[in-house]
């Protein structure tokens, strides 16, 4: 199956910065989704997205599926946005792969 | 609402004891799936089901199981023969192989 990698494992930032997540899979991928897992453990839907550019408010996310790698960017991060970011892909007759994910802490 | 439920949100098991976890879904999803996951880690895919009455192991199915009598319901199984079950679990549905949703999850500990 697929392996994933994120990059990178932890992440500080001062609360009003920008950030950029990396997502790298092994091979093609037809379905690729980002999650926030936040403090609860609740995973929460940001993109479904297996190619192009899609923007949510402040997040936005790219998948180059060519190169077999996804961006999700923040700006203006706010300490809620703090947790973990995970992607996760699937080629067909498979199921879902999870990346290690990235922890994010936003400070005050 | 539509949406995933799981219950109970903690759980505390016995050595040697089942338990079982519940997963309720109202998103009409065909497919459903079992995750754990343990501390400062990924999700691993314990089970999932692509249909009713079927289901196939995941990497890590190993002292679990699982029924799907309903397309709603998948509830899991944590048997004795899991050494170590003490782990977040997570439930998911989706439509195919398309966007996946998540439960809120339950954490299970052994004592």
């Known amino acids: 199956g697929i392996q994933v990698e994120q990059s990178p494992p932890d992440l500080i930032l001062q609360e009003g910065a920008n950030s950029t997540l990396r997502c790298n899979f092994s091979d093609s991928v037809n379905n690729l989704q980002w999650f926030h897992q936040n403090p609860w453990g609740q995973l929460i839907n940001l993109f479904y997205?297996?190619?192009g550019t899609k923007q949510n408010g402040r997040l936005s996310a790219t998948t180059v599926a060519t190169e077999r790698y996804s961006l999700l960017y923040i700006s203006s991060s706010q300490t809620t946005d703090s947790g973990v970011y995970f992607c996760a892909g699937v080629n067909y007759g498979q199921n879902f792969v999870f990346g290690p994910g990235t922890r994010l802490s936003v400070l005050p | 609402d539509g949406g995933i439920t799981q219950s109970p949100k903690y759980l505390f098991r016995k050595e040697g004891q089942n338990v079982t976890l519940s997963c309720e879904q109202n998103l009409n999803h065909d497919a459903m799936y079992w995750y754990r996951q343990d501390p400062g880690q990924g999700l691993r895919l314990i089970y999932y089901s692509q249909i009713v009455n079927d289901f196939q192991k995941g990497d890590i199915a190993e002292g679990y199981s699982v029924s799907r009598e309903k397309k709603e319901s998948f509830p899991l199984t944590v048997t004795s023969a899991q050494k170590n079950p003490t782990a977040f679990y997570l439930c998911?549905?989706?439509?195919?192989?398309?966007?996946?949703?998540f439960g809120p999850g339950t954490r299970l500990t052994v004592l």
């Open positions: 998911a549905s989706s439509s195919r192989v398309d966007t996946q949703y």
């Open positions: 997205i297996p190619s």
